[in-house]
């Protein structure tokens, strides 16, 4: 196997499950222990592994109540000579944003952000995205049940084990 194709299973092993023992994941990645730990100390330099994380089923936690997560289209104007990105890093900086990203289609950024409450996303959206020079539109969806998240199914109907018996 070539050392491309090592270091993409061992980033796949990862994103699966950064859990793992350095062991499990070059055993997985068919690597050596000191192979793979010196792959993923310069893929974690290189900027390819950029942080480690669970994905969490926020609504089965008691203070879930507490979090509301929209999606955000956002159409706008690109600067002049720094396009989209200059716009993107001043709204991407608010920490209400957790994910950001340049689309195709009809609108220019998808925004993903998370507060409080319907109405704490609705006056962000107002006061700081709406209110920007540059955006000439909004278009807010609010997540009412998450189903999937991240490769991972966080409800499935129970099957009906019982029998059917008719007459």
């Known amino acids: 196997m070539t050392q491309i194709k090592k270091a993409e299973k061992l980033i ?3 994103h699966k499950n950064c859990k793992l023992s350095l062991e499990q994941v070059a055993a997985i990645a068919e ?4 192979e793979a730990a010196a792959a993923i100390e310069a893929l974690e330099k290189e900027g390819v592994i950029m942080g480690y994380g669970a994905v969490i089923n926020w609504d089965k936690l008691p203070s879930a109540k507490d979090k ?3 999606y955000i289209e956002l159409k706008v104007t690109p600067q002049r000579h720094n396009g989209f990105n200059r716009l993107a890093q001043q709204i991407y900086q608010f920490p209400q944003v957790k994910s950001m990203n340049l689309m195709s289609g009809s609108y220019d950024f998808g925004v993903t952000v998370e507060g409080e409450s319907i109405k704490d996303i609705s006056l962000f959206v107002s006061e700081h995205l709406a209110t920007m020079e540059s955006v000439l539109s909004t278009a807010t969806h609010f ?3 998450r189903y999937k998240d ?3 199914v966080f409800s499935s109907e129970k099957e009906d084990d019982r029998e059917v018996i008719s007459l």
Do not use: E, F, Q, R
């Open 12 to 14: 796949d092993v990862l």
């Open 31 to 34: 690597m050596t222990v000191p």
């Open 68 to 70: 509301v997560t929209a």
């Open 143 to 145: 997540v009412l049940k």
């Open 150 to 152: 991240d490769g991972v």
